[in-house]
């Protein structure tokens, strides 16, 4: 039955929707199996979606429209240029600090590539900066947003892998931090390199102070979220709902950006793209089902052999095959795939399903900055009105930092779990 998973890759290339692959495989391996099981393929949609910490998602992507749409872009570049811009590559590094903060509240990385670039790639370009360096960056930062917490992915992972989603948002803290971190580095270097310097001088503490307390706002939101976690006041599902309250008091009371009438778009927006992923993780759980009825992670375990028993060389090729999935496949479909694949595997190998799941998160972000798919890319490239292969001198290396970073955590498991240890 391992011909069937070929068969999946098979149609991802031929372009077939990821969701119709996985039910359309399924269906076709349980017929092949036994066609009186095909009764059990609506009974398994169903219970795949039936989750009541899947209400997370659409919560957490309402809350990112709110934010997005609630002027917290402007005020959280505003208050990082007041940090870094006047360094060397200032406005770069202004660029991923901005997208950190905002990962922090919409956990997606278009949303992030779609708000920083609108304003900073303009920016950069009056400042002298490379066009190809500051598109290409702005992608690469906005991989951060899946990471950093809240996470729709994590939130996925965690729903089909069956662990903490509060462990697996702790433990994407440092990870996304290390992300940021690398690229700053990276950043500084080419703007003391080419003399990328802002014109502006170093803010008086005064209006820092403004800024700070503008921003904060905002990012009190995830402070709050992981706070009430870990402490217990409320479940990840729940604080969905409390990102929401808070972002809707944000936008239309604080800032008062959004109104009443802005928020059926908001919604409407938020349904489809929550439908999409509904029906995603349907198909994807009817292919779980069908995986563990025919046993197909044991046979892969016995296909690898030693390799099964290897923890670094099994993390190696499970690292090798999900960078090179993460080309052609989106993150989302990508977790829906690879996890009932691997979970096994890493299991037999003792290794921990939370740094797992962070691994493959890191992964998987740093195919949107890759070709062909690398969705980022194109939305920067349509702000910058570049064509995407111009942005490969300035994006190798920036894809190299993420890679160093992903092979840190891979390798040091102690950087994610630390925290999850500390406050559990």
């Known amino acids: 039955m391992i011909w069937l998973i070929v068969l999946l890759f098979v149609l991802i290339l031929l372009r077939v929707p990821i969701a119709y692959g996985l039910a359309f495989v399924s269906i076709v391996g349980i017929f092949l199996t036994n066609s009186d099981l095909l009764i059990n393929v609506p009974r398994n949609i169903f219970s795949g979606i039936d989750s009541f910490t899947l209400v997370a998602v659409p919560l957490f992507i309402l809350a990112g429209e709110i934010m997005t749409k609630g002027g917290i872009s402007k005020r959280l570049v505003d208050f990082s240029k007041m940090i870094v811009g006047p360094l060397p590559g200032g406005l ?3 660029v991923i600090l901005a997208s950190m903060f905002f990962s922090a509240l919409t956990g997606t990385a278009i949303a992030a590539a779609a708000a920083i670039g609108g304003m900073m790639i303009p920016a950069m370009t009056r400042e002298g900066y490379d066009i190809r360096f500051s598109s290409s960056l702005v992608a690469s930062a906005a ?4 990471i950093i917490p809240p996470s729709i992915v994590l939130i996925l992972y965690g729903v089909i892998a069956s662990v903490s989603i509060g462990d697996l948002f702790i433990a994407g803290v440092i990870p996304g ?15 003391k390199k080419n003399n990328y310097r802002s014109s502006d001088t170093r803010a008086p503490f005064k209006e820092i102070l ?3 307390k503008d921003a904060l ?19 990840a599902t729940e604080s969905g709902v409390i990102a929401v309250v808070y972002a809707i008091i944000i936008g239309m009371f604080v800032y008062k950006e959004i109104t009443i009438k802005d928020l059926g778009p908001i919604m409407l927006e938020t349904a489809k793209t929550t439908s999409a992923i509904v029906f995603l993780i349907g198909a994807a759980s009817l ?17 690898l052999g ?42 037999v190998a003792g290794i921990d399903p939370i740094h797992f ?11 949107m900055v890759t070709p062909p798919l690398g969705v980022c890319l194109f939305v920067t490239a349509s702000i910058a009105k570049i064509k995407v292969p111009q942005m490969f001198k300035y994006l190798i290396p920036q894809i190299a930092v993420l890679i160093i970073v992903l092979i840190v955590i891979t390798y040091i498991p102690s950087l994610v779990l630390f925290p999850v240890e500390l406050f559990n």
Not at 288 to 302: A, G
């Open 177 to 191: 931090l290390l992300m940021g971190i690398g690229l700053m580095i990276y950043s500084y270097y080419v703007g």
């Open 210 to 212: 403004i800024g700070a």
């Open 287 to 303: 292919f779980i089902w069908f995986l563990s009825f025919n046993q197909i992670p044991n046979q892969l375990i016995d296909i």
């Open 217 to 235: 706002l905002a990012l009190l939101m995830p402070v709050i979220i992981i706070g009430g976690i870990i402490s217990g006041v409320f479940t």
């Open 143 to 146: 991989t951060i947003g899946p």
């Open 306 to 347: 030693p390799v099964a028993d290897n923890p670094l060389l099994l993390l190696l090729i499970i690292n090798v095959v999900l960078l090179i999935s993460g080309t052609f496949i989106d993150t989302i479909s990508a977790v829906s795939i690879f996890t009932p694949l691997f979970l096994p595997l890493i299991l």
């Open 357 to 367: 799941g962070i691994i493959m998160a890191v992964n998987l972000t740093i195919g």
């Open 92 to 94: 770069a590094m202004v």
